[in-house]
């Protein structure tokens, strides 16, 4: 017997050898889309368009549950992508400053704070809570329940969805200030 092959036995070669390294790449693929973290999904899902169809906040982060105000600071303080879950309770923050972006921090059904958000950073979602800024937590002339500040530097998708602002000395609710 002869160790020379037909073109045909050639060809039939090549093609298994081509299909086996077909599967084998396909294989790899799934294997790495599994392991390989992608972008975090943006909060608008799949569609979304205009406002903060873009914004990620903590998607694809850690969960962190909380249920007294120094878990809250503590936990809206860390870094990296992270999404607060507020248990139902009063939470007295004075002003809860939010430094570092990829947040996502959702109140539960009658979680209320009493204070004041400060947004600071970018890639943040807030929802879900009562804030109730009081008069007693810092400047009345300029304290609002929630305030998004870009007067040091670009602030750029930041979602607010289903809050309640209340009792404010200012004007109570909103304030938007420099490059947001």
């Known amino acids: 017997m002869s160790d020379l092959q037909t073109p045909r ?3 039939g070669a090549a093609a298994t050898s081509l299909l086996k390294l ?4 396909a294989a790899a693929a799934v294997i790495l889309a599994q392991v390989l973290p992608g972008p975090p999904p943006a909060v608008g899902g799949a569609g979304a368009v205009g ?3 873009e914004t ?4 694809g982060g850690r969960v962190i549950s909380v249920s007294t105000a120094a878990q809250l600071s503590e936990a809206v303080s860390a870094s990296g992508p ?9 939470y007295e923050v004075g002003q809860l400053r939010v430094k570092n972006p990829y947040l996502t921090l959702e109140g539960k059904p009658g979680a209320v704070l009493k204070g004041a958000i400060l947004i600071v950073t970018s890639q943040v979602v807030v929802r879900g809570l009562s804030v109730l800024s009081g008069d007693e937590n810092g400047d009345p002339a300029t304290l609002d329940a929630v305030t998004i500040n870009g007067m040091s530097g670009t602030v750029s998708n930041v979602v607010l969805d289903h809050l309640t602002m209340l009792w404010g000395p200012d004007i109570g609710g909103l304030a938007i200030l420099g490059d947001v």
Not at 82 to 90: E, Y
């Open 9 to 11: 036995q050639a060809e």
């Open 22 to 25: 077909l599967v084998a790449l």
């Open 51 to 53: 406002y903060g169809s």
């Open 56 to 59: 990620t906040g903590g998607a």
């Open 82 to 90: 992270r999404v607060v879950q507020v248990a139902a309770g009063l």
